[in-house]
Structures are given as structure tokens and as C-alpha cells.
């Protein structure tokens, strides 16, 4: 079959569709220009050419957190109506996440997790918690959402936490990852009204870094005097060094001050912040920091 160029959409729904076997000699690139088709090498008798560099088009995925994130809350029903959307994830899909260099395959699969814990929202016509999706009579089921295999990514079926542990922390070992992955809940990082991107991921994480730790006075508060940190970080303390010292020197950088000093000395004697799951919806915005799910303690979060 020949290989033509064409718009990643209707690439992406025609492979999204099962037309892979028709199109497994093709590979889905970005360049600076429009997508296009690369056929395979050509005959060894050719000069060589110099790969291109490969990125995800995200441009899609951009217009819609545009559109439908404000200050981090997300407008669900927004998505679910949006035409783009399930046409961005079927670009998701179409990806070689091994075509990509490392800061590129780590913005991708961030994009991935957080583009279908929206999905997720979506399907689900759910406009409370997270957590009430796959409960029966109060309790979750097969580990609730998390373990759901409806994530279709670099032509694979995964689910949230396949993403979350299996990849994000297992292969990048990059503890703000933790500031990145939103899951659909206001105790979660900000999500960005932008995708991310290898060209810009360490100012995306470290500005993920900052709101997180210095503009979400409800999920931490950290100045000279005290520290009280999102339970996020008890639950994951091995991914950011497995030590309180560790720990301190990892949050170090995000402050200035006796309270850097403190964190970087390994002074962390911290309070941890109950982790709110109710919706990170902009119709229900943040007005305190009282949790909305008040069963949910230090002790009983799960590692999501």
C-alpha cells in the first residue's frame, strides 16, 4: 500500500477503526509542519536520510484544555461533547512511544493519563467523585476506576494504573511526575490548560512543582514555621527518596528562605493533608480546604 499524506485525525480513527494491518507499514510522525505518512526505508542503494525528529501532535488536545480548563477545574461536559476529543485519542493511540526520545515519551504518557482520566469522567457521566465510579453498594470494585482496561494508547489497551506504575514510575523514575498526573480530584495538581510537551517539559513540571506545592494552600502549606503536605507525598515518600531528608531536599528548590533551609537540613516534620476527592469540576469550585470525602484519610488513600 502506498503511504500518503495526511490530516492526524483521519489517521488516527482510520487505525482507532482496525485498519492497523492495513497501515502497519506506515509510522505516524510530527514534524514541524503538518503530520505526515513516512513510508519504510527504501532500497539499501539510496543515500541515507537523517530521521526527522518525532513528536505527538498535540495541537488537538491543546485546544480543548483551552477551552475547557479554568485555574486547573475542567469543565467535563465540555469534553463530552467536543468532536475533538475522542479524535485526539484515537491520535494517542496511533503513537510509537519507542520512536520518541526520553523527555518526549514522558510528556506523552502524562498526556495519556490525565487525557483519560477526563475519558474516564466522561464515560461515566460522573460529576462527583472519581471514586464513585465502579462502586457497588460503597465499596470499589477491582480497585475501582484504576484498574478499568479501557485506555487505548501506543496500540494497546492499559488501564490508569498500568499508566501510572507500571510506566510513568516505573520507567521514568521522576518523582514530579507526581505533580503532573491529575486525577480528576481537587486533592490532585492543577491540570494544566496546555499538553506537555519533550521541548518544554522541565519548565511544565517545575511550574506543576510551584502551583502544587506554593499556590494550593489547600493540599500544602509550607512556610518557616510549618509544613503540611498532601498525603501524596506519604503515600509515594520512596519515589521522592524514601527518607523525610530525602524528601526535603527533593521539595527544596520550590522554596527560599528558613523553609528551604529547613527542607533541605532534612527539618521535615510534616502534617498531612487529608486528600479531597470530590470533582475537580469548574462547578464545583475550591472555596476552602475542607474535604468532601472526609472518609478518605492519610491511612486509607490508595496509591493511584
Not at 463530552?80 to 496511533?94: E, G, I, K, T
Request: some cysteine.
Amino acid at each position: 500500500m502506498n503511504c500518503v499524506t495526511q490530516r492526524a485525525p483521519v489517521i488516527a480513527r482510520a487505525l482507532f477503526r482496525g485498519g492497523v494491518r492495513k497501515m502497519a507499514a506506515c509510522m505516524l510522525l510530527v514534524t514541524a509542519g503538518a503530520p505526515t505518512l513516512v513510508a519504510q526505508a527504501g532500497p539499501a542503494t539510496e543515500a541515507p536520510i537523517a530521521a526527522p525528529s518525532v513528536s505527538v501532535d498535540n495541537r488537538l488536545y491543546d485546544a480543548l484544555l483551552q477551552a475547557y480548563v479554568v485555574d486547573g477545574r475542567v469543565n467535563y461536559d465540555g469534553f463530552a461533547r467536543d468532536s475533538r476529543f475522542p479524535q485526539y485519542l484515537a491520535v494517542l493511540n496511533a503513537v510509537i512511544p519507542e520512536r520518541l526520545v526520553e523527555p518526549e515519551r514522558l510528556a506523552y504518557w502524562l498526556n495519556v493519563y490525565n487525557a483519560y482520566v477526563i475519558q474516564l469522567i466522561v464515560t461515566h457521566n460522573e460529576r462527583t467523585s472519581i471514586r464513585n465510579i465502579n462502586r457497588t453498594f460503597g465499596i470499589l470494585r477491582l480497585k475501582g476506576p484504576w484498574s478499568e482496561p479501557f485506555v487505548r494508547a501506543a496500540g494497546r489497551v492499559l488501564t490508569l494504573d498500568d499508566v501510572a506504575h507500571r510506566i510513568l514510575r516505573t520507567e521514568f523514575h521522576d518523582p514530579r511526575v507526581h505533580f503532573a498526573m491529575v486525577n480528576a480530584a481537587i486533592g490532585s495538581p492543577p491540570l494544566r490548560s496546555e499538553a506537555y510537551r519533550g521541548a518544554m517539559l522541565e519548565q511544565q513540571l517545575f511550574d506543576q512543582g510551584r502551583r502544587f506545592l506554593r499556590e494550593s494552600p489547600w493540599n500544602n502549606t509550607v512556610d518557616s514555621a510549618r509544613f503540611e503536605l498532601s498525603v501524596i507525598f506519604d503515600a509515594y515518600r520512596q519515589d521522592f527518596g524514601g527518607t523525610l531528608k530525602a524528601l526535603g531536599t527533593s521539595l527544596g528548590p520550590w522554596f527560599e528562605g528558613p523553609a528551604r533551609q529547613k527542607l533541605e537540613a532534612g527539618r521535615l516534620f510534616f502534617t498531612r493533608r487529608e486528600f479531597d476527592w470530590s470533582l475537580n469540576s469548574t462547578a464545583r469550585p475550591v472555596t476552602s480546604g475542607v474535604s468532601l470525602s472526609s472518609s478518605v484519610t492519610p491511612s486509607s488513600i490508595r496509591r493511584f
